[in-house]
């Protein structure tokens, strides 16, 4: 791995995240409470009270947070560089790309994005619209939803978004990238419902990598494709993430064998535990 050199492009600290209250712990808590109210008449209570008690305890109080998935996270994604983060499954990757993206709330931490210009001016996410956090801090997930119509409508989609609708679509700049995955311009033709999962995977790389974040979370972008396609895709995103200097890729795998000696970084989660090698 080669020594950091890069600009901090994304920087979170002491990042926690547990899974939410549910309904039941809520109701439990609601009915916790009228069960204090001295006008119940007793009968009603006690039948109630049996009713509800079941396997959960009500003299206990129902805790705000059920789970504990990221605990004390922190850490900085560099301009120009491959941060590989790898870990057991359930351990609180996919959890962790979540909150970094804005899309999962995180319950104590803070999390905070370069304005993408070389003075040293950063945006809390809390004070950043969640709207112009994601147009920079990009994710992309491990089960693409695609939209009803051909790839190309699928690739034009985001630029009807308020958010990108100051970008332009560029449909030369797609069929270069798909001569690099072996595929010929008639590929934007093709109706999305009829995809493979890989080919879903690849259209939906190009909408993101096409709208120019400048962090690109990515959650195992290579799970579903073949050794060869996912060999192109690996340097198709090298090349992209070397194409601007402000730009940086968090790169979650199980398949470490083509991404890890390109990597500048490896984190590794356990248990919501976040290390770095050093
Ligand atoms: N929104 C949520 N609310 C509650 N629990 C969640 C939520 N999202 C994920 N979890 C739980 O958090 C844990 C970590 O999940 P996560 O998807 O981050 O694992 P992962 O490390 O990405 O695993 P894999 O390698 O299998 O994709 C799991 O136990 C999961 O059930």
């Known amino acids: 791995m080669s020594i950091d050199t890069g600009r901090v492009l994304l920087e979170f600290d002491n990042l926690c995240a547990h899974s939410q209250r549910t309904i039941n712990d809520q109701s439990i808590k609601n009915s916790k409470e009228a069960l204090k109210k001295p006008s119940m008449p007793s009968s009603i209570y006690q039948k109630w009270t049996s009713n509800l008690t079941g396997n959960a305890s009500l003299d206990k109080e129902p805790s705000t947070h059920d789970r504990t998935l990221i605990s004390g996270a922190s850490g900085t ?65 491990q089960h693409p939803q695609l939209l009803d119509g051909s790839v190309l409508e699928n690739l034009q989609m985001p630029y009807q978004l308020h958010a990108h609708q100051s970008q332009i679509f560029d449909r030369d700049w797609n069929v270069a990238q798909l001569e690099h995955l072996d595929r010929s311009a008639d590929f934007l033709q093709q109706d999305a419902k009829h995809l493979s999962g890989g080919e879903r995977q690849l259209v939906n790389t190009l909408r993101l990598l096409q709208l120019s974040p400048q962090v690109l979370l990515l959650d195992e972008p290579t799970a579903a494709l073949d050794i060869d396609t996912s060999t192109q895709l690996v340097n198709l995103l090298i090349n992209w993430l070397h194409a601007d200097a402000q730009r940086t890729l968090l790169w979650v795998t199980h398949d470490t064998k083509d991404i890890m000696p390109l990597a500048n970084r490896h984190w590794y989660m356990q248990a919501g535990v976040l290390t770095a090698d050093s």
């Open 77 to 141: 994604l560099l301009s120009g560089q491959v941060t590989v983060l790898t870990g057991a499954s359930g351990s609180g990757k996919s959890v962790l790309l979540r909150v970094l993206a804005g899309l999962l709330p995180m319950s104590s931490g803070t999390v905070r994005l370069s304005d993408g210009t070389s003075s040293n001016v950063y945006h809390d996410i809390h004070k950043t619209a969640p709207v112009l956090w994601r147009k920079q801090v990009a994710l992309l997930a």
